[in-house]
């Protein structure tokens, strides 16, 4: 099996800073793009920052000059440096990783369940 976990999510005021940490585990053989998303109430889900294996890195324009994406392979970990948080970026962040299973041909979607960023004064 494989799971993905978020962490780093939490209260913090406008102007702050989180790092959302994201780990994929289990029977992978190997990660491709991994990504965040987020989804607030009563607004579509939000592709925030995605980053391929090979550390190309897009954004979403509200984020962009803010948010930083990263990885580490060796750990099967991506992560996203949120700074100058604003109330408009409160959300659940979900994360996602495209892998191959081990003797599996076909790449996957896997995504966490979501890990809670409240952006409040």
């Known amino acids: 099996q494989v799971q993905v976990a978020e962490s780093g999510g939490g209260l913090v005021q406008p102007g702050g800073s989180l790092r959302l940490s994201c780990v994929a585990s289990?029977?992978?053989?190997?990660?491709?793009?991994m990504g965040w998303y987020r989804q607030a109430p009563e607004k579509q889900r939000e592709l925030v920052a995605t980053i391929t294996s090979g550390g190309s890195t897009n954004y979403a324009d509200s984020v962009k000059g803010r948010f930083t994406i990263s990885r580490d392979n060796a750990r099967n970990t991506v992560y996203l440096q949120m700074n100058s948080l604003k109330p408009e970026d409160a959300a659940v962040y979900l994360c996602?990783?495209?892998?191959?299973?081990?003797?599996?041909?076909?790449?996957?979607?896997?995504w966490g369940k979501g890990t809670l960023v409240t952006v409040s004064s």
């Open positions: 289990g029977n992978i053989y190997s990660i491709y793009t």
């Open positions: 996602y990783c495209d892998l191959k299973r081990y003797r599996d041909s076909e790449i996957m979607d896997y």
